[in-house]
């Protein structure tokens, strides 16, 4: 009987362990993470501001090529946050942050196929929004997984957001727009005439544009109800202190 005792405990202190080893790999994963993208982002915010300061308007035309990889490669990684969400990882809500992460990777695969419009001015406002967007979430991330959120923090990130993703949406759709004469002489080179006789890739962007005005309608939505889901579970933790 006492053995058989000694032998749950050992077993229980085992999966303890196990789970806080599984705690543990996961705070630091995801640490390194949020802290990965806020350097990339800063490093991004910095040579823009840099090169404006030191070029004026001509740093606008070349942008693209000082931040772009560094951009894109963050962007990519931002797939992961899909998986962290599922996985519990991080707490938010799944489909406005998948929306986010598509619409976003679609347009920056767009903009590296077409070179013609990378040297444009509204793709540096763009990348400027999207930066700053990021660099109001990925700090409130790191303050979360250190334990130490603020309220300031808190309110900045869900409130200064959704302005910023309208804009930034709305830029979006300006983008596409001036791609349209350049995927149009671009489509024959890219397709071979079979499919290029199926595939009008001016069309399809055009029906995106509708697809995108709906998608970002339910993201504000989706936004504006995990800010206020937020704020309500701050000011219940503040009254229980």
């Not at 993470?33 to 350097?39: D, G, R, S, V």
């Not at 899909?82 to 767009?110: C, G, S, W, Y």
């Not at 006789?197 to 936004?223: D, E, K």
Request: aromatic share 12%.
């Amino acid at each position: 009987m006492s053995s058989s005792f000694f032998l749950q405990q050992k077993d229980l202190k085992k999966t303890e362990r196990r789970g806080e080893c599984e705690l543990s790999f996961r705070l630091v994963y995801i640490f390194s993470y949020n802290l990965f993208q806020f350097c990339g982002h800063t490093w991004i915010l910095a040579n823009t501001i840099a090169r404006f300061l030191t070029f004026g308007q001509d740093a606008v035309a070349d942008t693209f090529y000082a931040v772009g990889f560094v951009m894109s490669l963050c962007q990519l990684l931002s797939i992961l946050e899909l998986f962290h969400i599922a996985d519990e990882i991080e707490k938010a809500r799944l489909l406005p942050r998948f929306v986010q992460v598509m619409e976003k990777n679609l347009l920056l695969t767009m903009v590296i196929i077409l070179e013609e419009i990378q040297s444009k001015p509204v793709v540096c406002v763009q990348l400027f929004l999207w930066n700053i967007q990021d660099l109001l979430r990925y700090p409130y991330e790191l303050l979360c997984v250190m334990g130490t959120p603020s309220i300031t923090m808190l309110w900045t990130r869900y409130t200064l957001l959704i302005p910023l993703y309208i804009l930034s949406v709305a830029t979006e759709g300006v983008t596409i727009y001036q791609a349209l004469p350049y995927v149009e002489s671009a489509a024959p080179n890219s397709l071979n005439s079979t499919a290029s006789t199926h595939i009008h890739l001016p069309f399809l962007l055009m029906v995106y544009l509708p697809v995108l005005a709906l998608g970002a309608s339910v993201t504000v939505w989706q936004l504006l109800k995990e800010r206020q889901q937020q704020l309500e579970k701050w000011n219940k933790k503040m009254k229980r202190e």
